[in-house]
């Protein structure tokens, strides 16, 4: 996975013992965030199970299917492949965790985060329909959300997540591909979001959060019900973007809008090593 610039640039120097610590420095002062996504395998594969620590061998050896046990363990060993190259340690350094779920304590669906190497970097992974996105960052909160493209049921339009603006404009598009790429740009953007906030807040429904769904690729959004919120009602501004992938699937990446440094550039690991277009920060 070669990243698309130097990235060690101006980190020179330094120990190999601040090398994480420097790169992380250099990725904050940009602002960057970088995003790998890969297809899921069917069978595990050994290289990947070496790098699993023992909970995570244990949680594989949990999941009933193949399939499911595969894409996990290739999920966890790829995402430490990609921090260990952004910041030049061996995958067998990176060292990801999962902590309880801060609204319900269950530890199986808490968000990611990195304790090893020890710098601040802010991480989320989705998976889903045979897709894995990793998103990692700077800043204070990130959150991915990826969805395979299926057929939308008509009466899926009238559910309760959707504001009033976003069925309606969801029902004046002709059944089929345009319709099917809305919703799920309305259903990612919402849910990454949520990841990045870690749950939903209390009193606070999805369809109060509205995601401009005739806007394409970046938008501003809000969520309510923040009381660490700059906004005196309470809300939370995030810079939403989508992420063009695969055909196949839909996804978006969420960040505080309201960071110092600002947010910078997107920019995307393809399966097999190629780099994709940078996405720019301004909604």
């Not at 949990?62 to 430490?80: M, N, Q, W």
């Not at 345009?178 to 949520?194: D, I, S």
């Not at 870690?198 to 401009?212: A, K, L, T, V, W």
């Not at 995307?268 to 994709?276: E, N, Q, V």
Request: glycine letters at 8%; proline letters at 10%; one cysteine or more.
């Amino acid at each position: 996975m070669a990243p698309p610039y130097n990235m060690f640039e101006n980190v020179g120097g330094r120990g190999a013992e601040d090398r994480p610590a420097a790169l992380f420095r250099s990725l904050r002062a940009g602002g960057d965030t970088h995003v790998w996504w890969w297809l899921q395998p069917w069978r595990t594969d050994p290289a990947d199970l070496a790098l699993l620590n023992t909970e995570e061998f244990r949680q594989a050896l949990r999941l009933r299917s193949e399939r499911d046990a595969a894409a996990y363990v290739h999920t966890r060993a790829t995402a430490r492949r990609a921090i260990g190259e952004l910041l030049d340690v061996a995958p067998e350094d990176v060292d990801i965790d999962r902590p309880p779920c801060p609204v319900c304590a269950d530890p199986g669906h808490g968000p990611a985060r990195l304790n090893h190497p020890e710098v601040p970097l802010t991480i989320s992974l989705a998976r889903t329909g045979g897709h894995t996105v990793l998103a990692v960052g700077t800043g204070a909160a990130i959150g991915v959300a990826v969805e395979r493209l299926l057929p939308v049921r008509q009466d899926v339009l009238t559910e309760s997540w959707l504001t009033a603006d976003e069925a309606l404009h969801l029902l004046e598009l002709p059944r089929g591909a345009a319709r099917e790429e809305v919703f799920y740009r309305c259903w990612t953007r919402k849910e990454a979001v949520l990841r990045a906030l870690g749950h939903i807040p209390d009193g606070i429904r999805p369809d109060q959060i509205e995601s401009y769904p005739a806007a394409t690729d970046t938008v501003l959004m809000h969520c309510p019900g923040n009381p660490d919120s700059r906004h005196p009602d309470g809300r939370t501004a995030w810079l939403v973007r989508d992420l063009a992938l695969s055909g196949r699937a839909a996804a978006a990446v969420a960040q505080p809008a309201e960071t110092e440094p600002a947010c910078g550039p997107v920019r995307i690991h393809l399966p097999g090593g190629r780099t994709g277009r940078a996405l720019p920060c301004e909604p």
